[in-house]
C-alpha cells in the first residue's frame, strides 16, 4: 500500500510529500520547495529509504530544494514534463523575486510525459500532463491507493493561477475535467497548498471547475 505524509516547506506553506511502499520502506519526495532539512527529518523520522525525486512543475515552492536534496541523498530526479525546462532554469531569478534563499538550478534526470509511469518500492503511480498554471505541469496518481498528487492544479475550493508566464486558463480547466474527473469521485489529492479533498467534493461545490460552476 502506498502511505504518505505532508510537510509544510517554505514561507508559502507549500505541501511536500513523502510517498513510500509500506512493504518495500522505499520512498519518493515529491516537490520539496525548501526547507530540506526539515524534508529530511521527516524522512528520518519515517525511517523509510528514499530513491528518487518527483517534482509536478517548477515552481520555486515546488522545486527549490531539489538541487540540494538530491545531492544530499545521491538519489535522481523524475518530472516535470519538458516544458517546464524554463522555469527550472530560471529558479535563481526566482529566488531573488520572491525572497528565498538563492538556489541552483538543475536537469532532471527524467523528463515525464502524459501516459508515463513512475514506482515507488512496489507502487506504480501514473503521470498525467496537465498544463495550465504552467505549461509542463504534470499530476502523480496511484489507481491502488485511489490517491493523486496534484500540485497547483487544483485547490480545495479553488484552482491554481494562471497569471504566470504561459499560464493558460483554458488549459488548467480543460486538464482538471478531462483528465482529473475521469479517475473518479472517490479519489483524495494532496494540493500544492492547503487542505486535502477529494475529487468528488470538488465537482460538488467547486466555484470554478465544479459541475455546477
Known sequence: ?????????????QNCSLLWCDVSRKAAVVDPGGDVERIVAAIDQLGVVVE??????GHIDHAGGTAELARHLAVPVEGPEQ??????????????MFGFP?????????????GDTVTVGQETLEVLHCPGHTPGHVVFFSPS??????????????IGRTDFPRGNHAD???SIR?????????????????????????????????DYA
Open 83 to 96: 516544458e517546464e525546462r524554463f522555469w527550472i532554469d530560471a529558479l535563481p531569478q526566482q529566488s531573488k
Open 1 to 13: 500500500m502506498l502511505r504518505y505524509k505532508i510537510v509544510p516547506v517554505t514561507p508559502f506553506e
Open 102 to 114: 538563492q538556489v541552483e538550478t538543475f536537469a532532471p534526470d527524467r523528463w515525464l510525459v502524459d
Open 172 to 174: 488548467l480547466v480543460n
Open 178 to 210: 478531462s483528465k482529473l474527473w475521469p479517475l473518479g469521485n472517490d479519489v483524495s489529492f494532496i494540493p500544492g497548498h492547503g487542505p486535502m479533498s477529494t475529487f468528488g467534493e470538488e465537482r460538488d461545490s467547486n466555484p470554478y471547475v465544479g
Open 52 to 57: 528518487k525525486i518527483l517534482l509536478t512543475h
Open 145 to 158: 491507493a485511489r490517491l493523486a498528487v496534484v500540485g497547483d492544479v487544483l485547490f480545495a475550493g479553488s
